[in-house]
C-alpha cells in the first residue's frame, strides 16, 4: 500500500478512497494471488490499515480514543475465506 500510496495523496471523500482502493485490491490479488483469497479481502485490509493510520496520525483523535491493537485485529476478524481471520 505505501507504495502505491507513494505516488499521489488520497482524497479526502470516503467514497472516492473507497473506489482507489476498490481498484488497488483487484489489482493486486491478480498480480499476487498467492497472498489474499480474493480481493475483497485485501480491500478491507488495505481500508483498515489506512483507517488506523488517520487514526493514529490525527491530532484530532483524543489519546484514549484511539484504536489499540486488539480493537484493530477485531476489526478486521473473519475478513478471510469462508470468514477464517488472517493469519
Partial sequence: IRLFLAGFR?????????RIM???AEKFT??????????????????SVI???TDLHNPSIK????MTPDAFKNMNRGIGADNSDLP
Fill in 10 to 18: 488520497l482524497p479526502g471523500e470516503a467514497q472516492k478512497i473507497d
Fill in 22 to 24: 476498490e481498484k488497488f
Fill in 30 to 47: 491478480t498480480q499476487n494471488p498467492e497472498i489474499f483469497p480474493s480481493a475483497d479481502t485485501a480491500f478491507i485490509l488495505a481500508f
Fill in 51 to 53: 483507517m488506523l493510520n
Fill in 63 to 66: 489519546p484514549e480514543k484511539k
